[in-house]
Nanobody, 128 residues
Framework: QVQLAESGGGLVQAGDSLRLSCLAS????????MGWFRQAPGKERKFVAS????????YYSNSVKGRFTVSRDNAKNTTYLQMNNLQPDDTAVYYC?????????????????????WGQGTQVTVHS
């Protein structure tokens, strides 16, 4: 089993930055990719970004490309999501997720069912 724990959420103003962290523990060698998803109030959870745990290749949704950066520190078993120029539309609960599918490390994975492990989520609220 793998446990994921997000941190770093908060309340900010439009244009501000935040960095989310996701610490993985347990059988982390079974993870091939880490993803970030978000769920706004009353909406479905959506893909934000992902990173291959092996190659470091990154993938982003169009809505965050150029503003958000996903990275990882393998030694610390931690994945980060640097969020710059935050806007009110970025308000959501942010979840990190871990995939056991090897193809996610080479091709990227963008949908929930491709991720087996999930964190509890961290709230990000952006005021205008």
């Amino acid at each position: 089993q793998v446990q994921l724990a997000e941190s770093g959420g908060g309340l900010v103003q439009a244009g501000d930055s935040l960095r989310l962290s996701c610490l993985a523990s347990g059988r982390t060698r079974s993870i091939y990719a880490m993803g970030w998803f978000r769920q706004a109030p009353g909406k479905e959870r959506k893909f934000v970004a992902s990173i291959s745990w092996t190659s470091g290749d990154t993938y982003y949704s169009n809505s965050v490309k150029g503003r958000f950066t996903v990275s990882r520190d393998n030694a610390k078993n931690t994945t980060y999501l640097q969020m710059n120029n935050l806007q009110p539309d970025d308000t959501a609960v942010y979840y990190c997720a871990g995939s056991q599918a090897y193809y996610c490390s080479t091709n990227g994975c963008f949908v929930e069912y491709e991720y087996y492990y999930w964190g509890q989520g961290t709230q990000v609220t952006v005021h205008s």
